[in-house]
């Protein structure tokens, strides 16, 4: 048995990264799946991976409220009910080709109003069409992607992902807070560094990315973020380690949670400074430890 049977799921924004791997997941672990994305080639190739019937495509850009109606009829006329919505949809605050407003001061009326719709108002109004399909059956899971952003400044932070992620962890309060009575949990993810095209650098906007251009931002990548605490081979987090997060807040394993915003960073968060020096420094100190123990036995 699947940690999913039974259930049936909406992800948005998952064509690639962390939301094309909880598609994975998901389907992997007994779900039904409708998931959408600007880019119909790749959309087409995850469902076509995924076991018979398991999971369906959907063409549809979150930055419309009636596309994102379109993503969750789909489900409940597909399959007659709606248990999990991850709203995984986001990306770079800047619209394409656009200025990235990385100093409080590049801010203006259109790049805020891009922004905050993109990455909260979307969450929000996917949530407002699913809520009342889960009222009914007096059961659902909603999961928000957050961020790591969302609760400690960072020097090379974007203000408006930063504001608009902080947001979306205190909306999930806000939500859970209404839905609970209803039999609806509502939750959040927040990934720290997770090796995924978006967090690179920049918008895919249903655009393949080849593999010099993919080999540059990963390499900017690298350079800019620490991988955290634990010892994971790479530069840090994978989109797996979020998606198997989202198959525990999605399973009846998480049926006593509700309101957290669940951090999934390798210890980035808890320990404040140069993660790379306090693991170097860390592992001394063990070493040192081992070696006297060794000496007084």
Not at 159 to 178: F, R
Not at 254 to 259: E, F
Not at 276 to 290: I, L, N, P, V, Y
């Amino acid at each position: 048995m699947g940690r999913l049977d039974g259930k049936v799921a909406v992800i948005t924004g998952a064509t690639s990264g962390i939301g094309e791997a909880t598609v994975d997941a998901y389907c992997a672990e007994g779900a039904r799946v409708v998931f959408c994305g600007r880019n119909e080639e790749l959309g087409h190739e995850v469902e076509k991976r995924q076991p018979a019937g398991s999971a369906m495509f959907v063409k549809a850009d979150v930055l419309h409220e009636a596309e994102i109606i379109k993503v969750i009829e789909t489900a409940v006329r597909k399959w007659d009910r709606l248990d999990v919505l991850f709203n995984n949809a986001g990306g770079p605050s800047n619209m394409p080709g656009a200025h990235h407003a990385f100093n409080i001061e590049d801010v203006d009326e259109e790049s805020f109003k891009y922004s905050q719709w993109y990455l909260l108002g979307s969450a929000m109004v996917a949530t407002k069409h699913a809520a009342p399909i889960m009222r009914k059956q007096h059961y659902g899971s909603i999961i928000n992607n957050s961020s790591k952003g969302a609760h400690q400044a960072e020097v090379a932070a974007d203000p408006l992902y930063s504001a608009a992620k902080a947001g979306l962890s205190n909306y999930t309060k806000a939500a859970a807070m209404q839905l609970g009575p209803m039999g609806i949990r509502v939750n959040a993810v927040s990934p720290g560094a997770i090796a995924t095209p978006i967090f690179w650098g920049g918008h895919t906007h249903g655009q393949q990315i080849t593999n010099e251009h993919a080999a540059k931002r990963l390499a900017r990548f690298v350079e800019n973020v620490g991988g955290g605490m634990l010892p994971l081979t790479g530069p840090g987090g994978e989109a797996w380690d979020i998606a198997m997060a989202c198959v525990y807040l999605g399973s009846d394993e998480a049926r006593w949670v509700t309101g957290i915003d669940l951090v999934v960073d390798g210890g980035m968060l808890a320990v404040k400074g140069d993660h790379a020096g306090t693991s170097k420094q860390m592992r001394e100190m063990w070493e040192k430890w081992d070696a006297r123990q060794a000496d007084h036995g």
